[in-house]
């Protein structure tokens, strides 16, 4: 078992591969009662095109479909899985990312027993037609009922006008047409081929012993028995720089109009160090152009174009990534307009100073440390980071050492106008 100690920020972390390829990551974090286990696949939505194990040809499958096989994780045969982790005393829950399928639980007892459940429920699949059919029907509920929530529309509709052809652009649940040709072979196929163990990763934090958790999780693998490990071919077409749409605006059952300004990032096959710097960087730099101490912001504020609504953010994952400016507003023309010119001032002529960068870059480092004491932040960003070849516990010495040069740098992977969209939402009539 490997052990990484981070002096600076009083860590330590233990991390052993198994021999069927599975990492298993333990953090113990002294003064918690309670324990965050996640079992996480590198396997979502963008993944609709691969090559399935023990197969030579290309397949692409129904959207929606890694979503829909996270549900079917949870049915088995003759028991309840939730009910389980329930009399054992653990919190159980599960989420589909573009990128990543997560199981976890969160216990104050019973950690080895709930391990087990966990451990046991993600590696023994039970797909039926029949069972398949009636999960089409919950599901298709919950499509539609995001369907009809404003600021799920505002979001995703953002990244669909930016994207045109990157798989970012279809929605995680997929949709009411494309989850009626899920077949229990469908989910069979992608399970064999995404839920290898040496595609996966469990992460455990909080209170816990290393030595003993990582000798159950061992044993527990060393127990069953999995099929030699393959390297997964994933394909993704190429995506052009210039956004999808310019310009879209949808009626709902809004009382103001929802805004969102979006910005494609076009700099994003990276990974590793040279990805955690460029993602910290554009999120410095959002801070500097778009925080609440910019003066963006307080022009915006005083001339009531955003309120408390106001959000802006940063997603960055190999291959996609994206910016988001937005806020409920009576006034969205006047809104993107000061965007815009935010962001053309900063291409005409570069004012952001190395004072300016300090202040963000302590701002960010007091957000991260504070963060380290939710055990839920660490476990799920450390997995996303993982699975990009980043280590989350290098945040604060990348933080550090970011310079100016890296700020422009950034700010030409956003800034083409080119790459940008606005999608508005205004009040009016119901969509059918």
Request: hydrophobic content about 35%; some cysteine.
């Amino acid at each position: 078992m490997e052990k990484i100690t981070f002096d600076n920020l009083q860590e330590t972390l233990f991390h052993e591969r198994l021999d069927n390829g599975l990492h298993v990551y333990i953090l113990p974090k002294r003064g918690f009662s309670k324990t965050y286990v996640t079992f996480t696949t590198k396997y979502g939505s963008i993944d609709r095109t691969f090559i399935p194990r023990g197969k030579e040809e290309y397949v692409t499958v129904p959207d929606g479909i890694a979503h829909f096989l996270e549900h079917k994780m949870f049915d088995k045969k003759d028991e309840d899985v939730f009910q389980k982790f329930g009399v054992l005393g653990a919190s159980a829950n599960a989420f589909t990312s573009f990128t990543r399928t997560s199981y976890l639980f969160s216990t104050t007892n019973n950690l080895y027993e709930n391990t087990k459940v966990l451990l046991d429920f993600v590696q023994e699949p039970y797909f039926t037609k029949e069972k398949v059919e009636k999960e089409k029907g919950i599901i298709t509920q919950e499509i539609t009922m995001y369907d009809d929530n404003p600021d799920w529309r505002n979001y995703f509709g953002t990244i669909q006008s930016l994207y045109k052809e990157f798989p970012v652009n279809i929605d995680i649940a997929g949709t009411v047409d494309t989850i009626q040709e899920i077949t229990a072979e469908h989910l069979t196929e992608c399970y064999e081929t995404f839920y290898h163990p040496s595609n996966m990763t469990v992460f455990v934090i909080g209170a816990v012993d290393p030595d003993e958790m990582m000798s159950f999780i061992r044993e527990d693998q060393n127990s069953k028995e999995f099929s030699e490990p393959e390297e997964i071919k994933r394909k993704y077409p190429e995506e052009p720089k210039e956004a999808n749409r310019k310009k879209t605006v949808l009626e709902m059952d809004v009382l103001r109009p929802k805004f969102n300004y979006g910005m494609k990032c076009n700099h994003t096959i990276l990974d590793g160090d040279e990805m955690l710097r460029q993602d910290l960087s554009v999120n410095l730099l959002l801070d500097i152009l778009f925080g609440r101490t910019s003066e963006f912001y307080t022009k915006a504020y005083n001339d009531n174009l955003i309120d408390e609504t106001y959000h802006y953010d940063f997603v960055f994952e190999k291959g996609f990534g994206f910016a988001m400016v937005e806020s409920d507003t009576d006034n969205p023309e006047e809104l993107e307009a000061a965007v815009r010119s935010t962001m053309k001032s900063l291409a005409e002529k570069w004012t952001i100073t190395e004072d300016d960068l300090n202040r963000a870059r302590k701002r960010r480092i007091g957000q991260f440390m504070r963060s380290l004491n939710s055990i839920e932040f660490i476990s799920n960003q450390f997995t996303q980071y993982n699975f990009n070849d980043m280590n989350l516990f290098d945040v604060v010495p990348t933080l550090e050492n970011i310079e100016i040069g890296h700020l422009k740098d950034a700010f030409a992977t956003i800034s083409n106008e080119e790459s940008h969209t606005v999608m508005t939402i205004i009040p009016g009539s119901k969509e059918d």
